[in-house]
């Protein structure tokens, strides 16, 4: 069964520090993994996406780091700020699908 | 702001109704995903549609019907509701040429009783 597997569930931080979200997946036929933040009363936007040959990506604060072998990707949010704060998903789409397998979430909360 | 539109946003029915909740999607984008949201959990895929045509199917039995129209808005139809269907449903679309990126909506918020 194709599965997505995030952690943690919460996760409190300090305005400034680095907030690390962590995903694991089973199935090796998965060939794109986008993060997407979500707020309250809204759908998911989506941050960053990785492919499975590129180990590493940044977009402003925002880095994936993704590990092929291990099949494990995480989400770093660098210089964490309290605009931050909100449910953070990991996704995985299976190859030759447009449909995506999403996490369970990480819900974020950043103090000012 | 993506462009993507759902009606209603709040929706409240029994068990053993019918439900049809509805998604314009942003201007060009041909292709919509359909997923549903449980409370705490992360969004599942239900169905997407491209070009008026079902293009894909989770794990999700046939009373989760829907239609996509020429102007590439679309509906999702579920019959003989449970109680397990209470959840948020997202509608997302696509652009063409570049289906990985899904722009969703804020969602429709169902609650069966």
């Known amino acids: 069964q194709q599965q997505v597997k995030q952690s943690p569930q919460s996760l409190i931080v300090q305005k400034g520090g680095i907030s690390i979200i962590n995903c694991a997946y089973e199935n090796t036929a998965f060939d794109y993994f986008p993060w997407y933040q979500q707020f309250p009363g809204k759908g998911p936007a989506l941050l960053i996406a990785i492919r499975p040959d590129v180990s590493e990506k940044k977009e402003g604060r925002f880095t994936i780091s993704f590990n092929k072998s291990a099949k494990q990707f995480s989400l770093h949010i660098m210089d964490s700020q309290p605009g931050d704060s909100a449910t953070y998903f990991c996704?995985?789409?299976?190859?030759?699908?447009?449909?995506?397998?999403f996490g369970t979430g990480t819900r974020l909360k950043v103090l000012a | 702001e993506t462009g993507v539109t759902q009606s209603p946003t709040h929706l409240i029915k029994t068990r053993g109704q019918q439900v049809t909740l509805r998604c314009s999607s942003q201007?060009?984008?041909?292709?919509v995903s359909w997923y549903q949201q449980a409370l705490g959990q992360g969004p599942q895929f239900i169905f997407q549609y491209y070009r008026e045509e079902e293009n894909g199917r989770g794990n999700f039995p046939p009373r989760f019907s829907g239609l996509q129209f020429p102007n590439y808005s679309s509906e999702l139809n579920v019959n003989a509701l449970e109680l397990d269907d209470s959840a948020l449903y997202l509608c997302?679309?696509?652009?063409?040429?570049?289906?990985?990126?899904?722009?969703f909506g804020p969602g429709t918020r169902l609650l069966v009783l």
């Open positions: 201007s060009g984008h041909n292709t």
């Open positions: 997302a679309s696509s652009v063409t040429g570049n289906k990985e990126t899904q722009y």
């Open positions: 996704a995985a789409r299976p190859s030759g699908t447009y449909k995506y397998i």
